[in-house]
């Protein structure tokens, strides 16, 4: 075997070998590109999840501020329905009619009937 086709057959394994490292390389890669992906996708299925989590906290929080609101609500128109009442009161009325405007009910003889 002389040097020149010795020098060809181990340029050929040579080759071949880095064909392997660089196909070897290759299916790293792709690897990594699919690690990559597989993170990503965690990570936004974790990111939606959290942002879900933080909507319904903050829903609970505007439902609670409104019960407050409606509890709040609800006692003034119970104390409002109270005071239309008080003021209504036939005493109250008779009062304000005797005292501050001076009326005061009919003499049987100031009443006239008319059929």
Known sequence: MSYIAAKRIISAKTL???R???RNTAKESGFL?????VIIVVLLVTLFYL???LEV???GYEIA???KERAELVSD???FKLEILTLKSPKRIEAIAGGKL???YPKREQIIMIK
Do not use: E, H, M, Y
């Not at 590109?33 to 992906?37: D, G």
């Open 16 to 18: 071949s070998q880095q």
């Open 20 to 22: 392997i490292r660089q």
């Open 33 to 37: 590109f699919s690690a990559i992906k």
């Open 51 to 53: 942002w879900s989590r």
């Open 57 to 59: 906290v903050s829903l």
């Open 65 to 67: 501020d409104a019960t």
């Open 77 to 79: 128109n119970q104390r």
């Open 102 to 104: 001076g009326l005061v």
